[in-house]
């Protein structure tokens, strides 16, 4: 809170402000709903000032406060014409657009049922399909959508987590190799890949940070980093 009120402070003061004069009868409640249209804003400016809220604003004085930006609110969706809407697509295997739509749809209603199970056929289906285009990645963020125990999504996760493993461990001994070659950046670039695949991965982050302290060396001693 002490930061956020800083931030207002200095960051925002001769910048985006306004002004406003106290007169008798002022609290910081009735500022509040003046200046910002809401009464609870009155903390927020007393907590600006410094001063109790349950002071009295001094008549006379000259306020500089910041403008709040409002947030323009997420529209209102039509749940029923949501879910008419994904059946359909669902219909025709659009999987990825299904499973958009009823995330938002579960955003607006938590416990909407049919959203929830929407959803969980849209997710499950896609990340069938992008498995089996081996965007193993994709599958599995797909599958993580899935509520848990649904179908086979386990199963999956298990599969797609020993592929990644063993496409990592393919770019970790690619790496080994560009470091046995002295070809530092392109080992820490093959290990990076590594850890995106398999964030698990035991070695790959140790030997990211020796390549970096071997390249600060060599840069230290005036040689050339090898790449």
Do not use: C
């Amino acid at each position: 809170h002490r930061q956020a009120l800083a931030f207002l402070k200095e960051r925002l003061h001769g910048e985006r402000f306004l002004s406003h004069q106290v007169v008798a009868g002022d609290t910081f409640a009735t500022l509040g709903q003046k200046i910002y249209g809401d009464p609870q804003m009155g903390l927020l400016i007393a907590a600006l000032l410094g001063v109790d809220p349950a002071a009295k604003p001094a008549p006379g004085s000259m306020l500089m406060l910041p403008r709040v930006v409002e947030v323009p609110k997420a529209p209102v969706l039509d749940i029923d014409q949501e879910l008419a809407a994904a059946r359909k697509l669902l219909a025709e295997e659009e999987f990825a657009a299904t499973a958009a739509l009823m995330d938002k749809v579960l955003q607006q209603e938590p416990a909407n049922s049919e959203a929830r199970s929407l959803a969980d056929q849209a997710h499950f289906e896609n990340g069938k399909r992008l498995h089996l285009a081996q965007r193993y990645r994709e599958a599995r963020e797909a599958f993580k959508q899935v509520s848990p125990g649904y179908r086979d999504t386990d199963a999956f996760l298990a599969v797609i987590r020993q592929q990644l493993e063993k496409e990592a461990e393919t770019h970790y001994r690619r790496g080994v190799n560009h470091f046995v070659n002295e070809d530092l950046a392109e080992a820490i670039a093959e290990w990076q890949q590594t850890l995106v695949l398999n964030p698990e991965h035991r070695k790959a982050a140790q030997d990211i940070e020796n390549a970096r302290e071997l390249l600060k060396k060599l840069e230290q001693v005036g040689q050339p980093p090898v790449d």
